[in-house]
């Protein structure tokens, strides 16, 4: 009898060892998920509680670069509700915030630093309630809330994006995106904005991806000179198309025949005949080499989220494909900013500073929290190649196919481009920069089907140039 | 030498001083006092060192650790649910009267635990008529179709059940462990007894799958399930009624999880969460935005959102404590769990009957497995099966039937108790 309990007892020492043992590794997956995965659970798109938080204390205000506010709390009852003064006008860089759709823009990108939630003592838990200030710290954008609307009008109504950075430092004066949308509106819009077949909640400056069409003969101007394959007085005849054995002719848009001209003068009429024939005289090799060395198969950072370009695959390319490339067709895509930070580097001795949006953090009372200082991002040319560059630019503007961008005591520098596109009518691109002896301002304008970009989108620039230079 | 009801009625106090600051705390967090709640929670701590005081009177011996483990762990539910549903707060606070009171009950009757053994079988029948009445008169709320509603009573008669089953089988195994030990049939690798003495094992198995199946309640048959297998063990010692028990529920599941399409959103729910965040998987989902958000501190009371879990003041009570009180409030409640139920398997280590040391164990075995299952459901670590968490969930059967099989274990530590020596 003695033994049996003994067995017994042993038996259940054994079921109690076993089933506590359960409990410590309970235990210790709570461990897991509090500690180890609390990062990712609060960072989840899906868990609404930082949105909700977020409520229940006034958010910082989103600030253009002299303080104008384009985004601000109010409160509403119990809790607080986002305002934009600028509305539709800067929809799509500052973004909307709503408990239901979640946030986009600056307002999702740095959510963190406008809700508060970025301090240490966050994790102090129900201690932290007695610390903090119970608000968030506003955000200083480097945009120009007047260049900003000027080029949100300049864009009327048409569909299409323009970007404005100073080439000096990346930092961006205006990004708009057309059509647009009232971010006050989010909430009661929302299913007819999420659902317009025309994308207004799209960033177009950063995720639109568009042929750059002759725009992008700059570039391939400047590659011809740095591989040498073309000197400045060399001339090439050109007729009003291009044979490319086997069977394929790359023909001028007015099939105008230029006869002999040399680069400055192609690059003023941006004959496609011309660039043609300088993309097969590189090859394939060296002309992917170009969209290396200016940065198209890498990314600007995350703050932006820009799209990765499309650039065809060069080794298999044909070289009709390879002369449609230099032209800016073919199967070739790129972001309006993209193009925007082109011409920047020959405004800037041949130098590209990373874009950027966020000038600074700073608390309630004006105190500074985090600066953003400008950054050096690739050096794709040299200043005397850069400088080449600008100037044949420059003759684009003075009496080639820009002068719609010229403005008065200003020696503005540019590119035009008609994009063919497989979906209707061409884009009209225009890019530049002003004042071409001391740049102070970079552009890319795109405006989708509006036909040529001498015409449409030159003008557009023009006035974006003089309100940012005023 | 310290008396062990002094030390109860000390640990008690501690017990009570968070409890009361608990409550405190959520109150002053909607910068009200709300004097009803300040004096239900006073009526509570009244109630606990009344029963102290009762038991000092008669004389009681038990486990000091019992009755403050289980002050805490009610103290944390009410001020949760305090904070989730204050409408049920009182109810509740009701509830925990009726549980103290049902605590006293059955630690006096628990004295002649001996006796019941000789209405084993009458034990056996009521807890498998309470389960089939579940069963075949069952009515769904929230979900769960094992509430019984008589009138205006309605309870679950699944959370008492478990402690007839637990007598019954204690009984039944204590009398027959000499034929369960040396068992003489052969099957294959296994050895068995006869038939016709594991029949009421193989009964207690059928209707742990009956509830599988037409109450679609996975908790209670693991639960039911795992009890009549580990104490079959723990009487014979043998692992191979393990394995079969084992093998033949696989079978089951297996069968279940292919016939049944919701069991297998439960699987697979568990299995890949994030395939479909928004729809089967909202809850758990949910919970571990909540657990993770909380982290190591939490996020203080009544800043949190728990309130974002659909059911989060019954089935996901667990998260709700993870999110406001952190891994350190969730790790506590872990951790008082471990304490109370090891001081079970130790009362039952310190028995000197055979049936009361079944019975004791027995008990253990059914609040860590229905601990385990509900917490392993609610973080993800195991599907999710709808049982409540003992003493802190909302519910009247809950609280009740836990303070009832607290008495019993109270009343088998008192045998021998700690300080008998």
Redesign the interface.
Known sequence: MRNDMNDLATNIRKVAFGLLSLLVVLLFYLTYIQVVQSDFLIAHPLNRRTLEASRMIPQGMILDKSGEKLAYSKKVGESFKREYPYGAIAAQVVGYDSITYGRSGVESTFSRDLTGNNTSIAHLGAVSHLLTNRSGNNVVLTLDATVQETAYRALGNHKGAIVAINPNTGAILAMVSKPSFDPNEIDQQWKHISTDKSSPLLNRVTQGLYPPGSTLKVMIAEAARKEKVIDLKEKIYCEAALKIPPDYSLQESHLEAYGNINLEEALAVSSNVFFGTLSLKLGYKKMENIFERFGFKRSVGQELQEVASHLPDFSSLGDGDLAQTGIGQGSLLVTPLRMAMLASSFANEGKIMRPYLVDKITGLDGSLIKTFAPEEWLTPTTPQLADEINKMMVRVVRNGTGTAASLPGVLVAGKTGTAENSQGDSHAWFIGFAPADNPQVAIAVIVENAGFGGSIAAPMARQVFKAALQ | MINTRQLERNLLVVAGIIMLNGILAVNLAHSVLNYQTLGAVTFIFAGFMAVNIVLCKIGHTGDPLFLPLASLLVGIGLIIILRLKPELFMLQVMWVGVGLSAFLISAILAKRLEQIAYFKYICGFIGVGLLLSAILFGVDIGGNKNWIIMGPVRFQPSEFAKIFIVLFLAAYLSER??LL?LATKHYGPFVLPHPRFIAPLIAVWGLGMLMFVLQRDMGAALLYFGLAI?MT?????RSSYVIIGMISFLVGSVICYNLYSHIQLRVDIWLNPWSD??GGAYQI?QS??????????????T???PT?IPEVHTDFIFAAI?EEM??IG??AV??L??LM??RA?RT??LSLM?FS??VA?GL??SM??Q??LI??GV???FPLTGITLPFISYGGSSIVSNFILLGMLFSISEVRGCDAK
């Open positions: 462990r000499e030990t580990i063990y723990m009487v014979s010692g965040p928004s989902v571990l935005f909540a657990l993770g958000s909380g982290g190591i501190m939490g996020s203080g009371l800043y949190g959102f974002m993870g952190g891994l969730a790790g872990i951790l769990y471990i139920i090891y398997f039952s280590l055979p040391m079944m164990a253990a075995v860590a497995l601990t385990f917490i392993a973080i993800k670590f």
